[in-house]
């Protein structure tokens, strides 16, 4: 399978503690999203990079938030001292060039108790 | 600011009839539009997209949409409906310019009836 491969696709975790969350983007694909869905809603962007340089971030990413792609290849997202409301599907895509689609990943579904 | 709406949470269709799934947008510039369909527990699957060029635009599994630029609607249509169809379809757009952050519809559930 070449697409884009998320780990874990679930995560439960108490409220106040910290998690990370993997994506392998497609080969070769030098830009890479991640979005965030809540039930009922459509995916809501939370940061773009292109090559290992983060060039946005919404306001979505508090300070708690933070994503990294250290060599330009997969990402890691990671939320310290989690809450409640960040209980969401966290989907990640990645794409070839910026008039191409965004080809998206299965997602990591976070609960926090 | 970049908004999608879709003005229909949900659509039945009869199985072989045609199916329409609306969608407008609202975006500084030219837009970039595209439509994506959720099945239970997969990701988002890519449908078809608008970039530039002919109006109407065709993609995976008999899928059409047509960008109407003065009416700002990007609706998804399919001239004979499957029962295999139903799922959860969202539109997205984003500018031609600037960030590529893709700003999604609140989607619309679409259910063939046999």
């Known amino acids: 399978d070449t697409g884009v491969s998320q780990d874990p696709r679930h995560k439960i975790t108490k409220r106040g503690q910290n998690v990370t969350f993997r994506c392998d983007p497609i080969?070769?694909?030098?830009?890479l999203y991640w979005y965030r869905q809540t039930l009922g809603q459509g995916p809501e962007f939370l940061t773009y990079f292109q090559n290992e340089a983060q060039l946005e971030k919404s306001r979505l990413l508090s300070d708690r938030f933070s994503a990294e792609r250290p060599k330009g290849s997969f990402s890691t997202l990671e939320i310290q001292r989690t809450e409640q409301g960040d209980s969401a599907m966290y989907l990640c895509?990645?794409?070839?060039?910026?008039?191409?689609?965004?080809?998206f990943g299965p997602g990591t579904r976070l609960t926090v108790l | 600011a970049q908004s999608v709406a879709q003005p229909e949470d949900q659509v039945n269709v009869a199985e072989g009839n045609p199916l329409t799934v609306k969608c407008t947008y609202s975006?500084?510039?030219?837009?970039?539009l595209f439509w994506y369909v959720q099945y239970p527990n997969r990701g988002l699957q890519f449908l078809l997209k608008?970039?530039?060029?002919?109006?109407l635009v065709k993609g995976s599994y008999g899928f059409e949409a047509e960008f109407n630029k003065s009416q700002t609607s990007f609706h998804l249509k399919k001239p004979s409906a499957l029962v295999s169809d139903s799922a959860l379809y969202f539109c997205?757009?984003?500018?031609?310019?600037?960030?590529?952050?893709?700003?999604f519809g609140t989607g619309t559930r679409l259910t063939i009836i046999p």
């Open positions: 080969s070769e694909h030098n830009r």
């Open positions: 997205a757009v984003r500018a031609d310019f600037g960030n590529e952050k893709l700003t």
């Open positions: 608008y970039i530039t060029g002919d109006n």
């Open positions: 975006v500084s510039g030219n837009p970039y």
């Open positions: 895509a990645s794409s070839s060039s910026s008039y191409n689609e965004q080809f």
